[in-house]
């Protein structure tokens, strides 16, 4: 329990200042995920100290990547059918997509050797599995069709 509040207590200030004045939407799912990562990882006070601001980084980083990325579909979407569009124009929407995954990609590596330099390999583990163990989750609550159970 000590570590959930430290957790939450070295989180929670950084989330609020990543998430900005877009919805609330946001920011419940991001508390969400980390009271799961809190629960999964099991971090002793120490870890938690050193984990909690490399995952904020990173959380700040994918998202201003997915952000943009964003951006660009609304801007793709409006773009002319891709009947409509030459060779060129069509490549070059393929590239950039190409182009955000790889620097998704890039992200995901530079934290991996954050984490793994810093922390057990068995909690960078850990904390890849309880990942996927939320998508799951969150997959499998959207597909019931109800919301989340209230205080999750």
Do not use: C, H
Request: positive net charge.
């Amino acid at each position: 329990m000590k570590n959930l509040f430290l957790a939450l207590f070295i989180v929670l200030p950084n989330l609020l200042l990543a998430q900005g004045p877009r919805g609330g939407g946001g920011e419940k799912m991001e508390a969400r995920k980390v009271a799961f990562l809190t629960t999964k990882l099991d971090l002793s006070a120490d870890e938690a100290k050193i984990f909690w601001p490399i995952y904020n980084d990173y959380v700040r980083e994918i998202s201003a990547l997915r952000k943009e990325r964003v951006q660009k579909m609304i801007s793709f979407r409006k773009l002319k059918e891709i009947e409509d569009l030459d060779d060129e124009e069509i490549q070059t929407l393929i590239l950039n997509d190409f182009n955000f995954r790889q620097r998704d990609l890039n992200i995901e590596r530079k934290y991996y050797n954050k984490f793994k330099s810093s922390l057990p390999i068995k909690t960078v583990g850990k904390f890849y599995r309880a990942q996927e163990a939320f998508k799951k989750e969150i997959l499998q609550q959207f597909r019931a069709g109800g919301p989340p159970p209230p205080g999750n």
